[in-house]
Every structure is written in C-alpha cells, then in structure tokens.
Nanobody, 124 residues
Framework: QVQLVESGGSLVQAGGSLRLSCAAS????????MGWFRQAPGKEREFVAG????????DYADSVKGRFTISLDNPENTVYLQMNSLKPEDTAVYYC?????????????????WGQGTQVTVSS
C-alpha cells in the first residue's frame, strides 16, 4: 500500500509560479512510476507529467511542455511539479498518482494509488 499526500496548491496570478509536492509513504519501490494529473470543473482528469522512480524518464502533456518540470527526491520519497508561466487554463485540482510497474502511462486508469488533490487557481 502506498499513501500519497499533495501540498503546495494556491491562488496565483497568470505568469506566476508554483511548486507542488507529493510525499509518498508505504511500500514505494524503484519499480514504481509517478504521475501528476489535473481535473478542472466539468472536465475529465488529464495527464500532466510523469516520472520513473529512478528519475531517468519523464513525460509531459503538450499543454505544459516547456513550462512544467517534474522531479523526484528519492531519499525523501517526494515528487515535485514545478509550474512556471502559469495560465488561467491551468486552474484545476492537481493529483499525484503512483503506478506499480515501469513505464509512464497517460491514462489515469493505469495508476493504482492517488492523493487527495490540491487546488491550483490561476487568476487572469
């Protein structure tokens, strides 16, 4: 069992930056893959970024490439999402997820564990 706790969501102006954190505890392993998803009101949950637990592989949604960076602090079992040049359309609840197995997947259904989410609101 893996527990995930997100933090760092806030209200920010367009063009600003935020860093989200996801603290993982429990039976984490180097064979896990981590992901960030988001869900805006009335929309489906969508993939934002993913990283292998080794940190060797990353992937991003086209909408955030060049603005967001996912990273991993292995000793601290924490995954980060650095978000720069934020836009109003980035407003959503952001979720951290963990997947048993190698390979980044963009489908939410490929992930086994989820955090409770953290709200990010970008004002124009």
């Amino acid at each position: 069992q893996v527990q995930l706790v997100e933090s760092g969501g806030s209200l920010v102006q367009a063009g600003g930056s935020l860093r989200l954190s996801c603290a993982a505890s429990g039976r984490t392993a180097s064979s896990y893959t981590m992901g960030w998803f988001r869900q805006a009101p009335g929309k489906e949950r969508e993939f934002v970024a993913g990283i292998s637990w080794s940190g060797g592989s990353t992937d991003y949604a086209d909408s955030v490439k060049g603005r967001f960076t996912i990273s991993l602090d292995n000793p601290e079992n924490t995954v980060y999402l650095q978000m720069n040049s934020l836009k109003p359309e980035d407003t959503a609840v952001y979720y951290c997820a963990a997947r048993r197995g190698l390979g980044i997947r963009i489908s939410q259904f490929a992930y086994d564990y989820w955090g409770q989410g953290t709200q990010v609101t970008v004002s124009s």
